[in-house]
Structure formats: C-alpha cells, structure tokens
C-alpha cells in the first residue's frame, strides 16, 4: 500500500514544552487511522501538525508524497472538521457547503450542482436553504463533514468531532462517519479521547502518551497484545483490573498478597515480582473451585451485563447475563490461564 501520509522523527517544541518526541507515522492511501490517548498526550498536536496549523520543529512530513515543510494549510490539500463545526452562522447550509469552492473560483453553477451532490450523500438535501442556527448538533456535524468532502481533498482530518454530541447521537455519527469514509475510499485520521471511538471506527489505531506513540496496530490487536501496562489500561471498556503479585517457584502461577493464586497460560521467571493484568470481562464467578476470592461492594446492571465491583475497588467484573449475586457477597472468580497479562513493577512493560 502506498504511504499517504508520511512522518518521520517528528519533533515539537512549545518553548521548553516538548509536546512531540521523534513521532514516526505512516498513514496508508484508503485507511482510517484513530489517534488516541489521554489529555495532554500531543494527539491534538500531531494532527494540527498536519494539517499545517501547527509549525512542527524539526522532523518530515510528506503528504501524497510531495515534503510539506513550509507549505501552508491552504496548499496541503486536506481537509479538517473540528469539534466546533466552525460554520458561518450568516450563511445557509448550501452557501457553507459551496464556500471553498467559490473562494477557488469555481462558477456558481457548478458549485450548486456539487453541493446537492454532497447533500444527497451526507443525508442534507432537505437542509440546504436552512442556517446552522435552525439545525440540530448532527445536522451541524453533517453539515462541516459535507464542506470538507466537496473539496475531494487528499486527507480528511477529525479532531474530537463528535465530542459535543450526545451519546446516542455519538454512536449513530460513528457509523455515518465510518461508512462515509468507505464510500469516499477516503484516508482519514481521527484524533478521539474515547477508545471506544477509536476501536469501533478504526482500521488502525494510534496510542499515544506524553508525545511519543506507545503502540500502533490494528484495534483487536491492541487490546489482545497491549505492549504496556499503560496500553492495557487504556484499551479496554471497563479498563483492565491490576492485582501485585509474585510468580510460583515453578513459575506456573501467579501468587497474589493474600496467598491465592492465578493459573498462567505459560509458564514465567520464578519468584518474579509482577503485575497481573486482567479484563473484567475475562473474569467469570466460579461454579467450583476459585482462582480467588472477593467481596461484591456494588452491582450495576444495564440489562445486558451485570458490573460487579469489589469492596475493596481493586477489581471489577462484567458478567454479560444478569446476576443473583448482592452487595456484601463473597464471591470466587476465575479466569482463562491464556488470557492473564503480566507486566513489570518498574517499567509497565508486558513480560
């Protein structure tokens, strides 16, 4: 495949806040790629980077091929959508829609036609004469979506776009987003805080922390292989539970601080001091015989899965059938030896 966008040791500096750390990125022709990560991590950076908001300080980056360092926004052929839709609020829908064409001189004619196009296919053609004022926050974002896609520009960038809509109207926008960027066979970066976003609309999914790119992959392989504890935790919905332990003498086990003991798909350095990663999800109240013990302090249902939560708030469970089991109860948990995590103390790296 070829490299749409391409960053290489990309650095940047505010004064003496060092905000990218040598970032390295190839964005192939067609996908969607999802930067991710907490606040502050440089996602909002990256992307503004390049789209040429932002003057990177020292480091590559080409877009279709051609060095984009000194080239201007307005010459980088790509187009962003922001989380505030930044729509002109004296102009209707079809006179937004058509602004960048008529700056470019395109005839008013032609202009029209594209946008009824573009309306047609991002579900606005009954909104055309309306003001954003007389729309509902969707139709905004639909709205700031179709001026970027009239342009046909090289690159679609989103920063944060559905993080002023409401939660079902976020999970509907992800599907239009995503089955818009595969009608277009568009490359599209994504910079979400919501892993969420970033799993279920990625074709790759970018983790970033302090500036630098902790792991990159596809999104099933993030969550199956974290290379960190901070990945671990972070991908994940509820996030992976982290228990100290200390591994078997016959390195077969992991022995938790009150003697209990977790089975191990493969056997690790014994009387290593570890740390056990494991996903609510993965672990299941005992019939039989427990791995080990807790006791329930809260039980949350949703109807399709009941969330668990120990007294002591060192674990959570997310059992996905409802459950007779109360608050104050002792229950066993168990968990597939082949699905528990193990890291070290010191470094959080995956052992």
Request: charged share 20%.
């Amino acid at each position: 495949m070829t490299a749409q966008i391409e960053l290489k040791n990309i650095d940047k500096h505010y004064g003496a806040f060092h905000a990218l750390k040598k970032v390295s990125l190839s964005i192939e022709k067609g996908s969607f790629v999802a930067l991710v990560g907490p606040s502050g991590c440089g996602k909002s950076t990256l992307l503004r980077s390049i789209a040429g908001l932002e003057t990177i300080t020292s480091g590559d980056l080409h877009i279709a091929g051609k060095a984009m360092t000194g080239v201007p926004p307005r010459h980088r052929d790509i187009a962003m959508v922001f989380q505030s839709y930044a729509l002109y609020p004296h102009m209707t829908v079809e006179e937004n829609l058509t602004y960048s064409l008529r700056l470019h001189g395109v005839g008013k004619a032609e202009a029209k036609a594209k946008a009824a196009e573009v309306a047609a296919t991002t579900g606005l053609s009954a909104l055309l004469p309306r003001y954003p004022r007389q729309l509902s926050g969707g139709q905004r974002q639909r709205v700031a979506m179709g001026r970027a896609i009239i342009r046909n520009p090289k690159a679609f960038l989103f920063d944060e776009p559905l993080s002023n809509l409401d939660a079902a109207l976020r999970v509907q926008m992800r599907k239009e987003i995503r089955a818009l960027h595969d009608r277009l066979g568009a490359t599209s970066v994504y910079v979400t805080h919501d892993q969420i976003e970033a799993m279920t609309m990625a074709d790759w999914v970018v983790v970033m922390r302090d500036g630098i790119i902790e792991q990159q992959g596809r999104p099933l392989d993030l969550y199956d292989h974290p290379v960190n504890r901070f990945v671990a935790g972070f991908i994940g919905s509820p996030a992976m539970n982290f228990l100290d332990g200390t591994v078997s003498e016959d390195g077969g086990s992991v022995v938790l601080a009150g003697g209990e003991r977790i089975a191990l798909g493969k056997p690790a350095e014994p009387n290593r001091q570890v740390i056990a990663g494991l996903r609510p999800e993965h672990l299941r109240i005992a019939q039989g015989p427990a791995d080990f013990h807790v006791e329930v302090g809260n039980v949350e249902s949703t109807g399709s899965a009941t969330y668990l939560g120990s007294r002591d708030d060192r674990l959570q469970v997310v059992q996905t059938d409802r459950s007779s089991v109360a608050v104050g109860d002792r229950v066993g948990l168990e968990i597939d030896p082949a699905l528990v995590h193990l890291f070290d103390p010191q470094t959080g790296a995956r052992i």
